[in-house]
């Protein structure tokens, strides 16, 4: 078929801007559904790192939500920084309030780094979970809830056998 053919031929026509009317309505129903999802902030100069954590973060983020639905606040934001900076460095924490229109928020903070230890991301998303957990089940207007990792005793040194190569002493 031509393109001149297309342009005046009136089933064209109509099945083109049905065509374009199916792909605004999905790009709506996109920007909704994106509408929803929790900022998440990542305070890092290393710009792979900071993306690949963000992408780990959202993702488990959005998994969460599907698991507590609408328990969780819908005017949520993470932040994710090296260190949370107290007297007692927590993992993470999370502030939760009220509007005054009634309207609940939570800032959800994650530390990378507790007491010089640096977490994994697999640390950091235990983190999340249990500050989401804890967004759940608290009964409070506003309360700020640590989470601290014991680093725990190192692993014994192995006994590694003898070098065969290395010169004998």
């Not at 089933?11 to 709506?28: D, N, Q, W, Y």
């Not at 924490?93 to 990378?112: H, K």
């Not at 780094?113 to 989401?132: F, H, I, M, P, Y």
């Not at 967004?135 to 692993?155: E, K, L, M, N, W």
Request: charged share 25%.
């Amino acid at each position: 078929m031509s393109k001149r053919t297309q342009r005046t031929c009136p089933v064209m026509r109509c099945l083109r801007s049905a065509g374009l009317r199916a792909s605004a309505f999905g790009r709506a129903v996109w920007r909704l559904l994106r509408r929803h999802r929790v900022p998440v902030e990542v305070v890092l100069a290393d710009e792979g790192r900071r993306r690949a954590l963000k992408r780990d973060i959202s993702t488990n983020l959005r998994r969460l939500q599907k698991v507590f639905g609408t328990a969780l606040p819908a005017d949520a934001v993470v932040i994710v920084q090296q260190v949370i900076p107290t007297h007692r460095q927590p993992a993470g924490c999370f502030q939760v309030g009220a509007r005054e229109d009634g309207g609940r928020y939570a800032v959800i903070r994650l530390a990378l780094q507790v007491n010089g230890r640096k977490l994994s991301t697999d640390e950091v998303l235990a983190t999340l979970a249990e500050q989401c957990i804890g967004i759940v089940a608290q009964d409070a207007r506003s309360v700020v809830v640590p989470v601290d990792f014991d680093p725990g005793a190192p692993p014994p040194p192995q006994d590694l056998p003898r070098d065969p190569l290395a010169p004998a002493a």
